[in-house]
C-alpha cells in the first residue's frame, strides 16, 4: 500500500494551500482529486485557461493559477482524477482511478472537500433545462460554452459574479430573479461593522451590480412564487416580484441560493457535526486547527463551514501547521508562530460573514416546498411523502430513507439530505441538530464490484 | 391500564405482534427508539427463507415453514389494508456451492431433516448445467445449487413501512424516540422511558433486538443475545439478471442486486470495511460474473440478532408473569408467524403453537 505523511482530499484553494504549505515543512503529501486539473471549483481548470477566458472570469480566478503552481513542488504527488469512496481507520483512502481501485494509508488526513450547492427544490426544477448557477459557471470555464436565453434565479454573492461573467462574455442572462428582500439587506445592517472590514468583498459585490445594470439585464427583486413552467424541458419562469406576476420566457434556467459544507467524507469517518443557524447548515465541530471532534482528521476549506477562497487558503495552511507538528516536524512554538499571522488574516477575512449570510438568506419557499415538489431527484421522492413519513413516526431521515427511499440513490443525498432533514424537522416541530443527518457509508463515489473484488485479499482488515 | 399490551421495540418483531394482536382487538402501545437505533429491520437481506434453518432442531425449520407458509396471506392483508405491498415473491430459493464436496454434503444434512420433517422438505438438487438454464447469468465456479422451493423474498423495508402503517391505522399507538430505562409492576406493567413517558399496560412484550440484553435482565430474563455483524452491498438498478434469491445475492423488486453478507463477532460495531467489501464482491462475481462491471451505489453494516444457538427465544417471564421475551434472527421469515400465530400463544388459547422448545430455559447453565 502507498503511504504518504500527508494525505489530503481535494485540490481547490484548502488543499492546495494544505498540500503546499506541509510539502514545504518536508512532509511527503500526497493530494487526492476527482478533477482533471487542480483548482476545485472556484479555480476549476485554472492553469489552462487562456487570456480571454481569464479576461471573463476576472482577477480572484487568476489568483488560483499561482496556488495550483505550489502543487508542482517537490514532495507533492499530485493524483488527479481520484474518486474517493472510502475512508477507514486512522487514514486509510481507497479510491479509483481510471477504473482501478488503490488504497493509500495517511499519516495525517486532511479533508478539503469543498462546498456543495444547496439544492433548491422549487415546481418545476428537475426539468431539463434547468441547473445550478454554479453548473453553468463550470460549463463557462472549463469548455468557454454559454448558457443561452438564461434566467439567474436566486440570491448570494455567486449569483451576480455568474451573471456579470455572462455579461462579459457578450450573453447576458435574459433577467436576474433575486429572492432576497429589503427587509434582508436591512437586517443585515447590523453586521455591517464586521462587514466594513470585510469592505474589499463588498467594493466586489456592488462592482458586480454595475456591471450587472449596464448592461441592461432585468432584476426582479423579493420574488416570491417561484415557478419554473414547461412540460418537457424548461420554458418560463413565474415569479411574483413588486406586486406583479411575471412571466420571462427562457431556455436555460440557473438556479442558486447559497453553498453548503459538502460533509459526506467527514460524516462517513464519523465527525461531529453541528447545525449553524447562520448559515442554515450542518458543519463540522472543529478546533482552531480544523481538528475534527470525534474522528482523526484535519478539515479545511469550505467543507469545515462556508468562508469562501480565501478563508480556505488560510485554513488550508493552518490545518496543514498542525499536522506537520503532530508528524514531529515543526516544535509547536513554530507551529503557533507561523500559524499567528495566519489566523489573523482568516479572522478578518471571516469578519464579511455574518452580513453575507444575513444579506442573503436561503429561499424560504425552497426550504418548505409545496406537497408536490420533488425533493430527492434520484428516487424522486417528493415533500409531501416525506411528511407522510414523520406522520408515520419518523424522526429522523434515517427511518425516513427506509420509508421511501430519499437518498438512496445514486447520489447518496449529497444533494436532498439538507431538505429532508429540514422537512422532518418542520413536520415533527424539532431541531435539525435532534432530527440528525443520513448516516453516510461507502462508497462515498460510487465504485464497480469488478473495482472492489481486485483489492480482496490485499487489505489487512478482517472480513 | 392503557392497554393491553405493552411492546419494547418497534422494529419488524415488534411490530408484526402489535399488528396481530391489534387483528384480535387488542389494544398496543409500542415503545420504539430513535432514528439512530440499531436496527436490524432497517439492514437486513429481506429473505423469506426455509433451507438451512434447524438443521440441529426441526421444530425450527417447521416455524419457519410455517411462517413461510401463511406468509403470501399475511403480506396480502398488511398491503391490501395499507396500500404498502412488500413485493413478496416465494418462488424457491438457493444455496449456491463453488464445490461438489460441500453441495453433497449439505444435500445430506437436508436429506436427514427431510425424514424428521415427514417429508415435507422440498429442494432439488442442481448440477451446474441445470442451474444454468434456470439462471442464465451463472459463472463457471458455480459447481451447482440446492434449490428450495420454500424459500423466497421481499422488500423488508416496505414491510416495515407497511408494519408502522398498519398498527397506527388499527388504532394501536406507537412512541417513537424513546429510550426505555425501567419497568415495574405494581398492577399491570409500567414502562419508564428516559424523557418521563410512562406507558401502562396489562402485559408487556419485550422486542427490542439487542436492547433485550439490557432491558431483560430488568424482567427476569436471562435474554443472551449478542451482535454479529453483517455486511452488506447494493448495486445500481439493474435489467433483470437474477432469477431467484440466494444467501450471496438477491435481485430487489426496485432492481438493485443486493449481496450479502459477512459474519463478524466485533461487539455493536456496524461500520463497514473495504476488506469486508472487497470479499463480498469477490464472491458475487464468481456466482454472476456479470456483476463485475455493476456499480456499487451502498453498503452498510448492520448487527444480527443472535442467540447462543442462533434460534429463537419465546419466554414468558416467571419473575413477572405477564412479561413475555420475544427475540429472534429471522424477523422477516418469522413476521407472519409473529402477526398470525403468536397472539394465541400470548393469549394461551387453544390454537396456540407450541413453542417450549424456544424456552430460554435451554440456556441455563447446568
Not at chain 1, 461573467?165 to 433577467?175: D, E, H, I, S
Request: proline fraction near 5%; charged fraction near 20%.
Amino acid at each position: 500500500m502507498q503511504r504518504s505523511d500527508v494525505v489530503v482530499i481535494g485540490a481547490g484553494p484548502a488543499g492546495m494551500a494544505a498540500a503546499a504549505t506541509a510539502a514545504g515543512h518536508g512532509a511527503s503529501v500526497t493530494v487526492l482529486d476527482e478533477q482533471s486539473r487542480p483548482g476545485g471549483q472556484i479555480y476549476r481548470d485554472v492553469d489552462r485557461a487562456g487570456p480571454a477566458r481569464a479576461a471573463i472570469l476576472g482577477r480572484d480566478y487568476l489568483h488560483g493559477a499561482r496556488l495550483s503552481g505550489e502543487l508542482r513542488a517537490a514532495g507533492i504527488t499530485h493524483i488527479d482524477g481520484a474518486e474517493v469512496w472510502a475512508i477507514e481507520g486512522q487514514g486509510r483512502v481507497s479510491y479509483t482511478r481510471r477504473g482501478c481501485a488503490a488504497q493509500i494509508e495517511a499519516g495525517r488526513l486532511i479533508l478539503a472537500t469543498g462546498a456543495l450547492e444547496r439544492p433548491m427544490p422549487v415546481p418545476g426544477w428537475t426539468l431539463p433545462g434547468v441547473m445550478t448557477a454554479g453548473a453553468g459557471q463550470i460549463l463557462l470555464k472549463q469548455s468557454g460554452v454559454l448558457a443561452r436565453r438564461a434566467v439567474l434565479v436566486g440570491c448570494g454573492p455567486l449569483l451576480y459574479l455568474v451573471a456579470a461573467q455572462m455579461v462579459r462574455a457578450g450573453t447576458p442572462p435574459v433577467a436576474l430573479i433575486e429572492t432576497q428582500t429589503r427587509h434582508d439587506l436591512t437586517g443585515a445592517a447590523r453586521h455591517m461593522g464586521g462587514a466594513l472590514r470585510g469592505w474589499r468583498h463588498l467594493a466586489k459585490g456592488l462592482r458586480l451590480l454595475a456591471e450587472i445594470r449596464r448592461a441592461g439585464v432585468p432584476r426582479y427583486t423579493g420574488a416570491r412564487g417561484i415557478e419554473i413552467e414547461g412540460t418537457d424541458r424548461a420554458q418560463a419562469v413565474i415569479c411574483q416580484s413588486g406586486g406583479k406576476t411575471h412571466r420571462i420566457a427562457c431556455d436555460t434556467v440557473l438556479l442558486h441560493h447559497g453553498v453548503v459544507p459538502n460533509t459526506q467524507a467527514a460524516r462517513s469517518i464519523g465527525v461531529r457535526h453541528r447545525w449553524d443557524a447562520a448559515q442554515h447548515c450542518f458543519a463540522p465541530v472543529l478546533d482552531t486547527w480544523g481538528g475534527a471532534e470525534g474522528a482523526e482528521a484535519l478539515i479545511a476549506g469550505d467543507g469545515a463551514g462556508i468562508g469562501g477562497a480565501v478563508v480556505a487558503e488560510l485554513s488550508g495552511r493552518i490545518a496543514a501547521l498542525r499536522a506537520v507538528e503532530q508528524l514531529g516536524r515543526i516544535t509547536e512554538g513554530e507551529r503557533d508562530r507561523l500559524a499567528a499571522p495566519l489566523l489573523r488574516a482568516r479572522g478578518r477575512e471571516r469578519a464579511v460573514r455574518p452580513f453575507l449570510d444575513a444579506a442573503y438568506p436561503p429561499f424560504a419557499e425552497a426550504l418548505a416546498p409545496a406537497d408536490s415538489t420533488i425533493i430527492c431527484r434520484c428516487e424522486e421522492v417528493t415533500a409531501g411523502d416525506i411528511r407522510g413519513y414523520a406522520r408515520l413516526g419518523c424522526l429522523g431521515p434515517n427511518q425516513a430513507k427506509a420509508f421511501g427511499r430519499p437518498g438512496m440513490g445514486p447520489c447518496q443525498g449529497r444533494y436532498c439530505g439538507l431538505s429532508v432533514t429540514g422537512l422532518l424537522a418542520q413536520a415533527n416541530g424539532q431541531t435539525p441538530d435532534e432530527t440528525g443527518y443520513m448516516r453516510v457509508r461507502p462508497p462515498l463515489k460510487p465504485v464497480t464490484l469488478g473495482a472492489l473484488a481486485q483489492m480482496d485479499g490485499t487489505g489487512d482488515g478482517a472480513r | 391500564m392503557q392497554a393491553d399490551y405493552a411492546i419494547i421495540g418497534g422494529g419488524v418483531v415488534g411490530l408484526s405482534i402489535a399488528w396481530g394482536l391489534l387483528t384480535r382487538g387488542k389494544r398496543v402501545i409500542v415503545v420504539d427508539g430513535g432514528d439512530g437505533a440499531f436496527r436490524a429491520s432497517r439492514g437486513n437481506f429481506g429473505l423469506v427463507w426455509v433451507q438451512s434453518k434447524g438443521m440441529e432442531q426441526p421444530r425450527y425449520a417447521r416455524w419457519s415453514q410455517q411462517s413461510a407458509g401463511i406468509w403470501a396471506e399475511f403480506a396480502d392483508t398488511l398491503g391490501d389494508e395499507t396500500g404498502h405491498h412488500a413485493a413478496l415473491e416465494q418462488k424457491g430459493g438457493y444455496d449456491l456451492h463453488f464445490s461438489e464436496e460441500t453441495l453433497q454434503a449439505t444435500a445430506r444434512k437436508y436429506e436427514a431433516l427431510k425424514a424428521e420433517l415427514g417429508g415435507d422438505y422440498p429442494y432439488d438438487v442442481l448440477g451446474h448445467n441445470a442451474l444454468r438454464k434456470e439462471e442464465p447469468h451463472i459463472g463457471p465456479k458455480v459447481v451447482g445449487a440446492i434449490l428450495h422451493h420454500q424459500d423466497g423474498h421481499v422488500n423488508p423495508l416496505r414491510l416495515l413501512m407497511a408494519l408502522a402503517a398498519g398498527v397506527r391505522q388499527r388504532g394501536g399507538v406507537v412512541l417513537n424516540g424513546k429510550t426505555v430505562t425501567g419497568v415495574t409492576k405494581p398492577d399491570g406493567f409500567c414502562v419508564r422511558c428516559s424523557d418521563g413517558a410512562e406507558v401502562r399496560a396489562e402485559k408487556l412484550i419485550l422486542a427490542a433486538g439487542l436492547g433485550a440484553a439490557a432491558l431483560g435482565p430488568m424482567l427476569g430474563f436471562r435474554a443472551p443475545v449478542r451482535p454479529q455483524r453483517g455486511q452488506v452491498l447494493i448495486t445500481e438498478k439493474l435489467p433483470k439478471m437474477i432469477n431467484r434469491p440466494s444467501l450471496i445475492a438477491r435481485q430487489v423488486d426496485e432492481g438493485g442486486i443486493q449481496i450479502g453478507a459477512t459474519n463478524e463477532e466485533v461487539g455493536h460495531d456496524d461500520g463497514v470495511t473495504q476488506p469486508g467489501l472487497s470479499g463480498l464482491a469477490a464472491e458475487a462475481i464468481a456466482a454472476y460474473p456479470a456483476l463485475a462491471r455493476a456499480q456499487l451505489v451502498r453498503s452498510w453494516g448492520a448487527l444480527r440478532v443472535l442467540t447462543p444457538d442462533g434460534l429463537p427465544i419465546y419466554q414468558e417471564s416467571r419473575e413477572m408473569p405477564g412479561a413475555f421475551l420475544v427475540t429472534c434472527h429471522s424477523g422477516i421469515t418469522l413476521a407472519a408467524a409473529h402477526a398470525r400465530l403468536l397472539p394465541d400463544w400470548l393469549e394461551r388459547t387453544d390454537a396456540a403453537p407450541d413453542l417450549e422448545v424456544f424456552s430460554e430455559d435451554r440456556f441455563a447453565v447446568s
